[in-house]
């Protein structure tokens, strides 16, 4: 196994940056952009690939639909109509979304054609009703600068939002519509040479020039990064989608190259072999072979009447467990494919004898198949229908391994960093006209007026806030890159509240919370104004204010009432706080003689257990001073 370095392999990266749009409305209805998980219609589909214009078959499609997946949908008529449901014509383009669009444009030195023509790009993994997605082209060419580098802009896309995927049962696919007809802008970016360190740099770049013309959703989900990586004498572009996090981009470009020019090593070793597949030799059942089989995946396979199929690879020995680099090797890569069709995984004779399949096992079989110590098999579980679908995708990606090198496909971000099977690239075929929508005029004064009105930068943006607010640049930075932005503003403009405090509870406090596992969503920004509220009119403490948002973050109430209830939070009045300070003072003058007023810091931590939350510290503290003072002064 050798070591990976990423400098020796020509890596070439393209950022697409999905970014939904602050609409009053959806692209093509006037429905409200809704979060919900409150659904009162359903209704299901069956999708299949249809031939483009050119008569031809988009391979992603094709591919989509050997998985025979029956998709049910979910609505609720507060967020989705007719025309979600494919049931009634798109309506007239919303305006918000087409000016926003022209303004991202032009701030990114884009090139506006004066005529949009929408279009229908195939999907059928059940993410749009209709089986395609609408998507127009607004502008091609531009370029921003990222710590003195240009980044060039290769288009800037306007398009609806797919719907929100709710899992798998089975071989139903279930969706939720409120998502679905969303305007958002894809923004693709030429490819750069660059180290991989830096790429974080530029897609946060195009995120804050972004988020400085305020037309634009913030939060998890409202913006998407995929990341196209080509490494030198690949000669495949490969597309990993679902980046969600920024500090992932660095992991994912070094994964996906390691992974390629693994996979051309791979092909190398693949080349000096003699293999060819026949399918009425080398793919059999043997079910009956594996009957007596102690691995517990194999039983319950045949206890779910799957088949037990075994494929044989001649010569290979050795070729599936082969890793060049660390993570990299053939057998993942057909685990991965297996995967794609709801299958457990595949197992092969390089990791075998284990999972419960013994030596004897692994004798009987290579009687049954008649094969030598030089060749090679996979074991997998499989419904009989889908046996021959699946063998013949497993052996058109190997014979592409070791004809082509590296297959051209699309690919998903792991939260660890590495990337997995998704579906094939999609083709040119996938692309047609949309019928239902008349060509999109810009007119000349249009996109004058539109670059003669652009929004402050960022860097103007973070000044003014500087100014405003008086908070320092750091404060202002994180703040403004926050999804927290308005309701800061909102909060600080309202109520009589150090904006420095409001800034940190919302971008420090939230996001610690976050970081221990709880959920935000579950936050809503009208709680987050009435605890503000709440601290204006001393009905709590500062130190309150974490406890409340971490009873409602973990779930434990919906409300701040019934946060407050269930924490015991109840803000003490002066007269009480006073007499219990006195108590404690009166309880610990042993503490008090010995450490005269050193003795602040322990007495503090006896009266934060019964008062935390209920009472501003600072003035428990500076109480608890002036009472020992006091009794200093009368000993």
Known sequence: MSEFSINDVGVKVGLEIHQQLATNKKLFCNCKQLESDEYFIKFQRKLRASKSELGEYDPAALFEKSKSKTIMYYANPESSCL???????????????????????????????????????????????????????ISQGGNFEVEGKSIGIQSICLEEDAAKNLGDEGSIRKFGLERLG??????????????????????LGLGRILRSTKRVKRGLGSIRQDVNVSIKDGGVVIEVKGVQQLDQLEKVVEFEAKRQHGLLKISNKLQELEWNHNVDDDRKIVTKQFEKCKSKIIQNAIKKNQEIVSIVFKNMKGIFGYSPYE???????????????????????????????????????????KINENDAFLVLAIPFEMMHTVIDQIILRIKHIKNEGIPIDTRLATQTGETKFLRPRPGAARMYPETDIPPILISKNELEDTRNNLPKSWDESIKELQIK????????????????????????????????????????TI?????????????????????????????IAKESIEIIFENIMAGKSKTIEEAMKNTSIEAVNEVDLEKFIENIVEKNQEIIKNQKERAVGPLMGIAMKELRGKASGEIINNLLLKNIKKKLQSV
Do not use: W
Not at 112 to 127: A, L, Q
Not at 184 to 197: G, H, Q, S
């Open 327 to 369: 993570g990299i090797r053939l057998g993942k890569e057909v685990a991965e494919l297996v995967r794609f069709f709801g299958l457990g995984g595949v197992f092969h004779s390089d990791e075998l004898p284990n999972y419960g399949i013994e030596e004897k096992d692994i004798e009987n079989l290579k009687e049954f198949l």
């Open 469 to 508: 607010y008086k908070i320092n640049p750091q404060l202002a930075e994180q703040i403004f890159d926050s999804r927290y932005l308005e309701l800061f503003e909102r909060i600080v403009d309202k109520i009589s509240i150090n904006p420095t405090f409001v800034a940190s509870i919302l971008c420090s």
């Open 83 to 137: 025309v979600e449901q494919d049931e009634e014509p798109p309506h007239k383009l919303d305006e918000d979304a087409r000016k926003t669009a022209l303004i991202i444009a032009s701030i990114l030195k884009s090139n506006v054609f004066s005529e949009i023509y929408p279009m229908r790009k195939t999907v059928v993994d059940g993410s749009n009703t209709t089986g395609f997605q609408r998507t127009m082209l």
């Open 511 to 539: 996001t610690n919370l976050e970081r221990n596992g709880l959920n935000s969503n579950l936050l809503q920004n009208e709680d987050v104004v009435k605890i503000f509220e709440l601290l204006e009119n001393g009905k």
């Open 182 to 203: 969303i305007p958002l802008v894809e923004i693709a970016t030429e490819p750069f040479e660059i180290n991989p360190k830096e790429i974080k740099k530029i897609a």
